[in-house]
């Protein structure tokens, strides 16, 4: 046989039984792991040097205020976006930590609200850079607030609201006769706040007194007055000044045992 292939043959059986030798010492690894022994010494030692790093890291809470550049610490920088050149940007503070503020209309903070405020005898025009309080009034028609409105000398102009009249001539007798423990007409005196009873009959032989009744609902009525005419001449005459909150409806009634004959009752009203 040729050396050179002989040497081959060698060399492959050689390689055979390397391989057979590693598989069977990996073999006995697997198969008996008790007797694996691993030293830890320099892993705890590394464990502990990186909690130490950490704990440097943090510091005490009230250390912040010693953090200088290139200190080992743990810090938040806090970060603006500058759009303008697409990039982050750390916010500006002094050595004592006040952040620094620019307005972008230029000035300082205090000069600018200065301004706004100005003195307070200061008459503040149309279209003045001034710091404004207005009083606002709600309009409850439109569902939105309206300032108050002022004259020249800043007194507030106050619009007084024109109260309407009702009522009329005979609406709850006219020139009638009421009987005995009867009722008169029935007024609607739901819009009214006020009211003025003007009555005159011409029983002039009575002294008795009318009772004017007054309900909420026009169901039930409760006596609310009683008006007691005065001899004029041939006839009696009455006024009572009545006060209608809430009441919806009035009437009178005579409570005697005498019929009034010749009847004039009104109720005129206000909101």
Do not use: C, W
């Amino acid at each position: 046989m040729p050396k050179s292939l002989k040497l081959q043959s060698e060399l492959g059986t050689s390689h055979k039984d390397l391989l057979t030798d590693i598989k069977g010492h990996l073999l006995a690894v697997k198969n008996n792991t008790s007797s694996l022994q691993l030293n830890t010494d320099t892993l705890e030692a590394k464990i502990q040097s990186t909690n130490d790093k950490l704990d440097s890291f943090s510091g005490h809470t009230n250390n912040t205020g010693a953090i200088g550049d290139g200190s080992t610490q743990l810090r938040t920088v806090g970060l603006g976006y500058d759009r303008a050149n697409g990039k982050a940007v750390s916010f500006l503070v002094d050595s004592l930590g006040h952040q620094q503020v620019d307005l972008v209309s230029g000035g300082d903070i205090k000069t600018t609200l200065d301004s706004l405020s100005g003195a307070g005898n200061n008459n503040v025009g149309e279209g003045q850079t001034k710091l404004q309080i207005f009083n606002y009034g709600r309009d409850t028609t439109a569902g939105n607030y309206k300032p108050m409105k002022v004259n020249g000398d800043g007194r507030q102009e106050v619009l007084v609201a024109v109260s309407s009249n009702y009522g009329g001539n005979g609406n709850l007798l006219n020139n009638e006769a009421m009987n005995a423990s009867t009722t008169s007409n029935i007024a609607d005196v739901s819009a009214f706040n006020k009211g003025n009873l003007l009555y005159e009959d011409a029983t002039t032989s009575s002294s008795d007194t009318v009772d004017v009744e007054g309900s909420g609902n026009g169901a039930k009525y409760y006596k609310i007055a009683t008006l007691s005419p005065a001899l004029r001449g041939s006839i009696r005459e009455g006024v009572s000044v009545l006060d209608l909150h809430g009441i919806t409806h009035l009437r009178l009634k005579n409570s005697s045992s005498t019929g009034f004959t010749s009847i004039t009752a009104s109720i005129y009203g206000s909101n």
